[in-house]
């Protein structure tokens, strides 16, 4: 059963609310000239986030102010503290003002909550970025909510960000936000996989998560899954798990390339960042990096596959269980014996070592195929390769190669040669 704690959680949201002030001068006079006269834009401003939780860690978020058109005059942007108990300086930095400059069209601020070892109480700060006296401009203003995060020597944070892979756009070009694209759990389990949860933080940004005093000493695993995703778009994320103990762990980040995709995505899937030892107040915090898709090999037993090799034949493999034995056969039937050129007289069903945690196998060399060309028996081929089944997509796809003992077929990893995919999916 999932439990929640919340009791050494503090925290606050600091509004950041974003007013905005704009200075304009009178119209330029030039004797004997046509006269100027600025126009009346509208003022935007964009947050880099709209909420976020945070700890005193050096993090940095803008926000971004953006006329519709140029002015003749500097645009000048106030910025103030109007509320909270948080200390300008020693807490956080924040740009007294922003300034667009005559002739462009935005400028960018920013505040920064200070990193420090101090353990203090909840603390609170309000930011407004100018006032309700905006001139020439139609204002349309904007928040930034914080939660700030009190943690005492005696808890650790940890941070999930994510990042997609490959640059990503909309339909008007402008790059995806990766917490758009992606809504993923951060998880506090007791197994290596999300299937004990001890914890969880599911916000509708980055995620922030506190293993606190309170919690039994153990082995955890920090885990990160779908909570949402967009599964039109075949994406790779990158993530990166941070974590914070106020005078003792300070800088200690884990960044896992491609860990999740978005096309296996089912309830099933995670991602194991990082194992936690606790022992009182000693945490001891190792990095992982184990991707977690579990399969039911019994729900395969008996089956066909129909799909398509790397060279475009089709294909059927079947797939069994001899005991505890996952079993394979009918991989490249049609290529060996329509684009090679060889009848099959024989194949021997071959061995499949699958890792039932992930789904990921892998076959080592072994006698498949006998064969004969132009009427004479060829020496036997044996295969070998990886791949994995995916239980959310329905796929098995299997990366192999063909080796005949004696013959050199030129095939040295660039070269053409006897590798291939099979891509194949289970229809009922």
Same mark, same amino acid.
């Given at each position: ?129 100018? $006032? ?50 992606? $809504? ?49 778009? $075949? ?194």
């Amino acid at each position: 059963m999932t439990t929640k704690n919340y009791k050494s959680i503090f925290s606050f949201v600091a509004a950041l609310t974003i007013g905005l002030f704009m200075v304009s001068c009178d119209q330029e006079e030039n004797t004997g000239f046509a006269t100027l006269n600025p126009t009346s834009p509208t003022l935007s401003v964009a947050t880099e986030v709209s909420s976020a939780t945070f700890i005193e860690n050096d993090q940095v978020y803008t926000f971004t102010a953006t006329l519709s058109a140029t002015q003749l005059v500097d645009v000048k942007l106030f910025i103030s503290q109007i509320g909270g108990d948080a200390t300008p300086g020693s807490d956080y930095t924040v740009d007294g003002t922003i300034v667009i400059p005559a002739g462009a069209l935005s400028a960018t601020g920013e505040i920064k909550v200070l990193a420090d070892e101090l353990i203090e109480e909840t603390e609170t700060v309000t930011i407004q970025v100018g $006032d309700n006296q905006t001139a020439n401009a139609s204002t349309a203003t904007a928040t930034m909510e914080f939660t700030i995060l009190n943690y005492t020597a005696s808890d650790v944070a940890i941070d999930l960000s994510w990042a997609i892979t490959q640059t990503t756009t909309d339909q008007s070009g402008v790059e995806v936000d990766p917490t758009d694209f992606a $809504d993923l759990r951060l998880l506090l389990t007791e197994s290596a996989d999300n299937s004990q949860v001890w914890d969880d933080a599911d916000g509708s940004g980055f995620e922030t998560l506190v293993v606190n005093s309170d919690t039994p000493d153990g082995t955890y695993y920090v885990v990160a899954d779908f909570y949402d995703v967009n599964d039109d778009l $075949d994406r790779d994320l990158d993530l990166s798990v941070s974590f914070y103990q106020a005078g003792v762990i300070t800088d200690m980040t884990f960044n896992y390339g491609a860990a999740l995709n978005s096309m296996s995505n089912c309830e099933s899937v995670s991602f194991v960042m990082a194992q936690i030892v606790k022992v009182g107040e000693v945490y001891t915090v190792t990095p992982v990096g184990e991707f977690k898709r579990p399969v039911d090999l019994e729900n395969y037993e008996g089956d066909y596959w129909y799909g398509a090799d790397s060279w475009d034949y089709d294909t059927q493999v079947e797939t069994w269980l001899d005991e505890d034995t996952f079993m394979m056969d009918g991989v490249g039937f049609e290529w060996m014996e329509d684009a090679w050129g060889e009848p099959i007289i024989t194949s021997h069903p071959f061995i499949v070592d699958v890792d039932w945690s992930t789904g990921n196998f892998v076959v080592e060399e072994q006698l498949y195929l006998e064969t004969t060309y132009e009427g004479e028996a060829e020496p036997p081929y044996y295969i070998s390769g990886s791949g994995y089944i995916d239980d959310c997509t329905g796929y098995l796809v299997f990366n192999y190669r063909y080796e005949q003992p004696g013959y050199d077929w030129g095939f040295d990893g660039t070269a053409w040669g006897p590798a291939f995919q099979e891509r194949v999916i289970l229809e009922d």
